[in-house]
């Protein structure tokens, strides 16, 4: 074992030479809340940051209309209302690649119906989409 310093609390904890490898970003954090906290734009950890963090890349949202509820079944709650990029591409944030969709709906959007689990990487073919 060796040991290693949390880099969000500082305390210190043991890891196997194995799992040392398996950071990205050569970091180490004692548990998986310190990881998500120290991912968090204000913890000031900018290592550990996606690339596109602070750079109002994603801003997309402003360029959609959430009143207008989801546009599959119509749920208008706002806190389950997200965007679906239509092509998948996160990086074309044109509004015609733009739709609200509620929770439940988005998973049916990226849903591999040969395994019927979630994967945000495929897109679910629009014609079996009402079959779900």
């Known amino acids: 074992m060796v040991e290693v310093k949390c880099t969000y609390c500082n305390k210190k904890f043991n890891k196997s030479p194995s799992r040392l490898k398996n950071s990205?970003?050569?970091?180490?954090?004692?548990?998986?809340?310190?990881?998500?906290?120290?991912?968090?734009?204000?913890?000031?950890?900018?290592?550990?940051?996606?690339?596109?963090?602070?750079?109002?890349?994603?801003?997309?949202?402003?360029?959609v209309t959430?009143?207008?509820?989801?546009?599959?079944?119509?749920?208008?709650?706002?806190?389950?209302?997200?965007?679906?990029?239509k092509n998948g591409d996160r990086k074309y944030n044109k509004l015609e690649n733009l739709e609200v969709l509620c929770q439940n709906c988005h998973c049916k959007r990226h849903l591999d119906i040969k395994t019927m689990k979630l994967n945000h990487y495929k897109l679910t073919p629009r014609e079996l989409i009402n079959n779900l």
């Open 24 to 63: 990205k970003s050569g970091l180490y954090f004692c548990c998986r809340k310190h990881k998500d906290m120290a991912q968090r734009l204000v913890s000031g950890i900018f290592e550990i940051h996606p690339s596109h963090y602070g750079t109002g890349e994603y801003s997309y949202r402003s360029k």
């Open 66 to 85: 959430f009143e207008t509820g989801c546009e599959d079944c119509g749920e208008k709650r706002k806190f389950m209302l997200i965007v679906h990029h």
